[in-house]
């Protein structure tokens, strides 16, 4: 325990430091701590998914609040969340399908019994699931069942059969723990191969003779584009360097070393590009609920001119950036300002920056994401496919489960 | 000494040490400034507890040594030091992973340099170590810095520090940093990085600098700056330590010991410069860069130690638009305004049509209606009620204003006082429960004697109005705060504290600049006066005589007409009278002129501006130049404050009635009279001019004569008794 | 109040819906509002049990105009509970004749007035779901029929608090300092802007005058009651004022399946005007008023017909478009904020058309 105790802590101080830069890395490594949570949380002989939840929610609540503006941190804390829920229900629907098959074998499915008791396993299953999915109209009424079985689970379980039940329910927590490290791990691994599962695709997207747009560097973006130039595809980069950390810079030093023909532009210069430009491909750091997207300042304005002459904006995410939140007040409560000397020298302008003598009238300030709304972006490109805007919500819906969409215990009030 | 033996088995020791096993990188935190400067505020709590922007000073270095991969951290704890430890203890600090924190407790240390010979007998240093104080802000990165030290270490082991410095423009009015500290000049060897020469108490008023020969003479290059700032934060190796050990009057680390070793040559040990670019580091001096530096903070220099993200404690403070940072369950009147770049403590209530603006608020304060808050630092728990108008000034913990009270710019409440309702607390006064302690303690005497002294003399003659009126707080009776108010005003004490304009938390106001120039300007002549000293290669015009040089006509020329272009400007284009003076001092200074010179060239523009006006009279004339010198009679004045310098006047007035402007001939009397009732023109320059030209031709006495009645009415005016005639 | 209720004539000119909303807003006020509140939350409790043995004149209608006359409870919500009171108060002894006369009494409601939408929806809505196949598994009609009735006092009870939901789902969206335009007077846009000043946010509000109920000045006096900044803007001054607005809030009288939304005259300009300005639209509305239309154009619905007044005799000569509502479509609305959640138009498209398929 005091071992996950510090690993949580230090990965807290790194957020918080904003020592941690990428979503990528930042939801690798939020994974991987989760998992350690998990294999080290003692699992109680009841409830075990609610203990495993308790706990992850309580050092996820730790990790949103170090670093708020780092959505994928909260993200991979849902998607564990929601792992848990799912492999308890697959748990608990195979041990009815089992007690279905065997009927009134033992004590034992009696125990089984205890937790969905009247209802078909094909009505618990169905009940269970809904719990899993947003609420959504047919939904609204759907969890009565089990609300309305509730009263029976104390009055049918009867004492006698503690020990069977304790052993039973001992190896059951130990196989859903162990179910759950090993979704995670799938989950781990899929962060991790998210760039080659979406770098598969570009072959269909991006054409021979065609000229691309991108801006700032996005390892995605990277790995995207050296895809389809390995599958022969000859085609052109313009890279805007992505002020004011000149990104782009990298992006394009690395393009042009694996054989692309690349331009280095400003990114002041992106709206006279943009008419001779097929396609926008940009990197996010984040994907909203509403299909709009959080990503390095100066992608809204690479978007509008993209939507000024018809270029399809195309957004490659992958799903750990998918975020279950709808974006409220975007452009300062997702965004992060970092520290001026990325745009002056200090030592320059001190002297317009002493207050004492009346000079403090210097203001610098230097954002670092920009919000695109929805209806600037053409198509998401995630490792399950691409995806309209409009469309993202059903991938939330199938990522991440209503309940935890405030991981906070506490109900949220205010901003 | 037996400095070397000494040093240099440390340094073998040490030099093993890093090839063998890895030495954990250590840091000396001195929770201490030794200084008085925050005072009374110190008194009752240790500096690197106060807060800054809401979080108290020790956690930003903490943070920083933390973040920079420190492993270990000496807190060094002397004034308060139970404060400090208890503090330490309740917080987070003592219980990280791979970073420890040891306190170490001394009460008799009375400087920087009595702390590191405690933490040299203590024997805990090991390696290399950075060596800051509790009150520094930095979020620079130390890998560099450290990997340049470590190779300099390996080539010469005479390189034992590495001193951080930021470029940072100063103010050239007042040579002080945007910190509120002193100029500092350094000669850096430009390759080598090699620091030289370091001087923070330049003497301003020879306006010289001495370095020495032999500097010139070995090094092939170098470069010398006044415009970087010392961060104060050092990286050291062991044998700094026991370089303090062995000099026991080392007191201050910069003063004594950085001048020691180059002044002294100790062993021939050097000390080097790392000058970051892009990162800020900067150290709480004084109530200046208190100032200076949350001002940074709040615009986010010191990313990421910002409110928002550097959340000590459970509240968060969200940040909005336009440098807006908000803590949690503030309440607030729909009709309050809290301006841009301001901090809000949670927990705190603002009411209705109250103006917060540019300043730091606490947490738990009760602000009332119709506040008006302006540049200020607000700490915990204050309440302040309906009505308060504050500006620039530092209230802290627990203080109380009762309803209209104000505060002017400069003010320093300390912990709990209470302000009776309507009371005005005048301006850079210092008001706390306690009494100011009688005797100054000597570690202040230690550090800042040859600085006060500086000072004082600097300020003696000038400064003797705002002086005056600053010490009028002098004979507020203690408790006297108003109708219910609790606290002593404290008196102001005697050098140093004068310049409190210059350390406050109030922007400094133009006149106290013009003031300061001034200053500076009547030091410069005064040894101009005396010495006769050259200052580049031109002669200066000696005000006594009585004609001008010849050899000087050239430049005069110029000046005259500089001056006069420069007042033509001021009358079309509206420019402030205060403004004027400051470019006529900067024509002053380029061409080398005294006062004298400045009075005349100013006089003659404006006369000549008055001739030039539309007259149709010799009476609308007179109205021409009433008018004029009316309006700029602050500037001429200013440069009037000796007889030589009005005798300068009345010559060259004679002069223009001589030559350039004959329509004055007949009005010289008339004009000369009026001068005399403005206080332009003292009584007894006009006799002192005309006793010098008793002797003189009698085409030159046209106008003594025809200024014959007045002073003949001068005469007799006031004294009857004189007889003297003519 | 029944006779009250019962009374109301039916005046072809003027859309029952409205007409109730004239009823209860005459007299409406915030304390009259709580008074009522605190007075509806026993209700559900006894609804099973106040009619159980009004054996042959029970008429749904009669029910319905009961709970109707709650001024805080929707009409749709009103409707829920008088069905829900049917299955309890039926004769019925098989599953089949107890749908027959479930059919039987939404009809009758949906027809008592044919413009309401949030009326047909929630009895839509009804049907489907008490009549769920899931639930009907059951062998003995007796069990089947308590959990009818559980179901319907459930959808009754979540209907109920829908506006408490939404209210808490919508405070992130309103920032301190921000300008909300809103139109007319919907009790959900009320209890959000409630919520909102009751939680210390400082935000302002324009009210559109609302012509020709003049349902705007009623919130503003309402919001002013709460000390929110409120300033009346005519309902021709929308544009002229939508430079300061941060966001437009308006309630429903439905959402349909297009995602757009059905609401008083004037929303869809006021959309038009927003999306043009680039000022987000969010709507908020209760998920029983998710119907099932599909309109395609303005004239696609059943016009709801209001009386307007101009303070003139207009020549007979002279035609006056007296239609209430009118036709937003989903292109120029940012989000809906439901007892679902916060979803985007294209969402609630979704829910409607898997619910009905």
């Known amino acids: 325990m005091p071992d996950v105790h510090s690993l949580v802590n230090d990965f807290v101080n790194q957020l918080k430091k904003r020592k941690i830069e990428g979503s990528q890395a930042t939801a690798k490594q939020a994974a991987e701590l989760l998992r350690s949570v998990i294999s080290q949380q003692r699992v109680p002989q009841t409830n075990q998914a609610t203990a495993l939840i308790n706990a992850v929610r309580a050092v996820g609540e730790k990790l949103i609040a170090a670093n708020p503006v780092e959505l994928a941190v909260g993200n991979i804390v849902r998607r564990v969340l929601h792992i848990i829920r799912e492999e308890d229900l697959s748990l608990a629907t195979a041990a009815i399908a089992g007690l279905e098959l065997s009927p009134g074998s033992d004590d034992e499915d009696d125990v089984e019994r205890d937790d969905y008791p009247v209802l078909s396993a094909a009505a618990v299953a169905a009940a269970a699931r809904s719990t899993l999915r947003p609420p959504s109209l047919q939904t609204l009424l759907e969890d009565t069942p089990i609300s309305a079985a509730n009263p029976h689970t104390s009055s049918s379980g009867g004492d006698s059969e503690g020990k069977s039940r304790s052993v039973d329910k001992s190896s059951r927590g130990r196989k859903l723990k162990h179910d759950v490290i090993e979704a995670v791990n799938e989950l781990i691994q899929d962060i991790s191969t998210c760039y080659e599962q979406i770098a598969e695709q570009a072959v269909e997207h991006i054409h021979q003779n065609e000229v691309i747009l991108t801006l700032g560097s996005s390892k995605t973006v990277l790995e ?9 595809r000859s085609f052109k980069v313009f890279v805007a360097e992505g002020a004011p950390r000149y990104q782009g810079h990298l992006l394009a030093k690395e393009l042009a070393s694996r054989g692309l023909q690349t331009t280095v532009i400003t990114d002041s210069a992106v709206f006279a590009m943009i008419s001779r430009v097929n396609m926008v491909i940009v990197g996010a750091h984040a994907v909203m609920a509403n299909g709009g997207i959080i990503a390095p300042v100066g992608l809204n304005m690479v978007a509008l001119a993209a939507e000024r002459h018809a270029v399809p904006f195309v957004v490659l995410a992958g799903s750990h950036k998918l975020c279950p939140l709808y974006p ?32 403090g009238s210097l203001h610098v300030v230097n954002p670092t994401f920009d919000y695109v709304p929805p ?16 469309y993202m919500y059903r991938l939330i819906a199938d990522y991440y489960s209503a309940d935890d969409l405030v991981v906070k215990r506490r109900p949220a009030t205010g901003s | 000494m037996g400095a070397p033996k000494k040093s240099a088995a440390r340094v073998s020791v040490s030099e093993d040490h890093d090839e063998l096993v ?105 390696g290399d170590f950075v060596l800051i104080s509790g009150d520094t802000v930095s979020n620079m990165s130390l890998t560099q810095a450290l990997l340049e030290h470590k190779e300099r270490k390996k080539k010469d082991s005479k390189a034992v520090m590495t001193m951080v410095i930021k470029r940072s423009k100063t103010n050239p009015a007042i040579h002080q940093s945007r910190l509120g500290t002193d100029e500092i000049f350094m000669a850096i060897d430009p390759n080598t990085k090699q620091l030289l020469y370091y001087e923070d108490k330049a003497d301003y008023s020879k306006g010289t600098l001495h370095l020495e020969n032999s500097l010139l003479a070995d090094n092939p290059s170098l470069s010398l700056h006044h415009d970087k700032q010392d961060c104060y934060i050092d990286i050291c190796s062991p044998e700094v330590l026991s370089l303090f050990t062995d000099n026991f009057d080392y007191q201050h680390l910069r003063r004594h010991f950085v001048k020691g070793l180059l002044v002294d040559d100790i062993m021939g040990y050097q000390i080097f410069v790392h000058e970051i670019r892009s990162d800020y580091a900067a150290r709480i001096d004084n109530f200046r860069s208190y100032d200076t530096v949350s001002k940074d903070i709040i615009h986010r220099w010191t990313y990421p130690l910002v409110p928002d993200i550097m959340n000590i404690g459970n509240t968060a403070t ?46 738990g304060c009760k602000i009332g209606s119709n506040v008006l808050i302006e540049g200020c630092y607000i700490w915990d728990n204050v309440t302040i009620e309906d009505g308060c108008k504050l500006r620039h000034a530092i209230v802290c913990d627990g203080v109380i204003m009762k309803s209209g009270s104000v505060l002017e710019p400069g003010v320093v409440l300390s912990f709990k006082v209470v302000v009776g309702q309507g009371f005005v607390v005048p301006a850079y006064s210092h008001v706390s429960l306690l009494q100011q302690p009688i005797e100054e303690d000597s570690d202040e005497e230690l550090e800042y004697a040859d600085s006060t002294s500086a000072i004082t003399s600097t300020v003696d003659k000038t400064d003797g109005v705002i002086a005056s009126k600053v010490l009028d707080t002098h004979f507020i009776p203690a408790s006297e ?162 007889m030589d310098e009005q005798i300068e006047v009345i010559l060259k007035f004679e002069e223009m009635c001589l030559e350039s402007a004959k329509e004055y001939a007949p009005l010289f009397t008339k004009i000369l009279h009026y001068m005399y009732n403005e206080d332009i023109i003292e009584e007894d320059a006009i006799l002192s001019w005309e006793d010098e030209k008793k002797d003189a031709d009698e085409s030159d006495r046209v106008f003594v004569k025809q200024a014959q009645k007045l002073i003949q009415w001068l005469k007799e005016a006031p004294e009857e008794d004189d007889d003297e005639d003519e | 109040m029944e006779g009250e209720g019962s009374a109301m004539e039916k005046n072809p000119k003027i859309s029952a819906y409205y007409q109730t909303r004239l009823a209860h807003f005459g007299v409406v006020s915030s304390e009259w509002l709580a008074q009522a509140q605190s007075a509806t939350n026993p209700i559900p409790s006894s609804s099973t049990n ?156 324009f009210c559109t005058e609302g012509r020709p109920d003049r349902s705007g000045l009623r919130l503003s006096n309402e919001l002013a009651k709460l000390d929110v900044p409120v300033k009346l803007v005519i309902d021709s001054a929308v544009a002229y004022t939508m430079d300061e607005v941060n966001m437009v809030l308006v309630g429903a009288d439905g959402v349909v399946e297009s995602g757009g939304i059905i609401n008083m005259m004037g929303t869809y300009q006021i959309a038009l005007v927003a999306n043009s300005m680039n000022k987000p639209v969010y709507v908020a509305a209760e998920s029983y008023k998710f119907a099932r239309h599909y309109p395609l154009d303005q004239k696609d619905l059943a016009p709801a017909l209001r009386p307007v007044d101009f303070g003139v005799p207009i020549p007979s000569k002279v035609e006056v478009e007296c239609s209430a509502r009118d036709y937003t479509p989903p292109q120029y609305l940012t989000l809906l904020f439901t007892d679902l959640g916060v979803l985007t138009p294209s969402v609630v498209s979704d829910e409607l058309i898997q619910l009905y398929l």
């Open chain 1, 375 to 390: 209806k600037l972006v053409s198509l998401f490109i995630t490792d399950t496919g691409g995806h309209n805007p409009s």
């Open chain 1, 224 to 232: 995207f584009l050296c895809a389809a130039k390995e599958k022969k």
């Open chain 3, 50 to 205: 106040t009619y159980p043995d009004n054996e042959s004149n029970f008429s749904v209608i009669d029910e319905f105009n009961r709970w109707r006359n709650h001024p805080d409870l929707a009409e749709a919500v009103a409707a829920i509970r008088a069905l829900a009171a049917v299955i309890s108060s039926s004769k019925a002894s098989t599953m089949m004749q107890l749908e027959i006369e479930l059919k039987n009494a939404s009809d009758s409601l949906k027809a008592w007035d044919t413009t309401s939408i949030s009326l047909t929806a929630a009895s839509d809505l009804f049907m489907r779901y008490v009549t769920r196949t899931s639930a009907l598994e059951f062998e003995d009609f007796h069990s089947a029929k308590s959990r009818l009735i559980e179901r319907a006092d459930k959808f009754g009870e979540i209907s109920y608090k829908a506006r408490k939901i939404i209210a808490m789902l919508s405070q992130d969206f309103i920032f301190d300092g921000c300008t909300i335009l809103v139109h007319g007077f919907s009790r959900v846009v009320f209890e959000v802007l409630k919520l909102a000043a009751h939680n210390k946010k400082r935000f302002r509000v």
């Open chain 1, 328 to 359: 409220h007040n975007p452009e300062v409560l997702l965004n992060e300002l970092r520290s001026p000397s990325e745009l002056l020298d200090f030592g320059e302008f001190s002297d317009c920056m002493d207050s004492a003598s009346g000079g």
């Open chain 2, 481 to 642: 705060l108003g109708f219910g108010g609790v606290g002593y005003v404290w008196p102001k004490c005697e050098g140093g504290h004068e310049e409190e304009w210059r350390h406050s938390v109030a922007p400094i106001t133009e006149d106290k600049i013009l003031e300061a120039v001034k200053a500076m300007e009547d030091e410069l002549e005064l040894i101009h006066d005396g010495k006769n000293l050259p200052l580049s290669g031109e002669l200066i015009p000696n005000s006594n005589d009585d004609s001008d040089d010849d050899d000087n006509d050239d430049s005069r020329d110029d000046f005259d007409k500089e001056v006069e272009a420069t007042f033509l400007r001021a009358v079309h284009e509206n420019i402030q009278e205060n403004h004027l003076t400051l470019e006529v001092n900067s024509l002053k200074l380029s061409y080398n002129k005294i006062a004298a010179d400045c009075a005349g060239a100013l006089f003659y523009a404006m006369m000549k501006y008055a001739v030039d006006m539309p007259h149709s009279s010799a009476d609308s004339l007179v109205q021409n130049v009433e008018a004029i010198l009316t309006k700029w009679k602050k500037v001429l004045t200013s440069y009037l404050n000796d």
């Open chain 2, 318 to 363: 969200k940040l909005e638009r336009q440098g807006i940072y908000r803590g949690s369950e503030i309440s607030q009147s729909q009709s309050a305004v809290i301006g841009p770049f301001t901090v809000i403590g949670s927990g705190t209530k603002i009411g209705n049509n109250t103006k917060i603006l540019k300043s730091v608020v606490g947490e």
């Open chain 2, 22 to 126: 890895r030495v954990p990188l250590q840091a000396i935190l001195l929770a201490d400034s030794f200084t008085t400067k925050f005072r009374p505020i110190t008194l009752e709590r240790p500096k690197v507890l106060l807060p800054l922007v809401n979080v108290p000073m020790i956690n930003y270095t903490l943070t920083w040594l933390e973040s920079a991969g420190v492993e270990e951290v000496f807190v060094f704890c002397c004034a308060h030091s139970k404060q400090v430890i208890n503090y330490l203890e309740k917080s987070e600090w003592l219980s990280q992973p791979n970073f420890t924190v040891t306190t170490i407790e001394s009460q008799n240390s009375v400087s920087a340099g009595d702390a590191l010979r405690v933490i040299y007998e203590r024997n805990v240093i090991q």
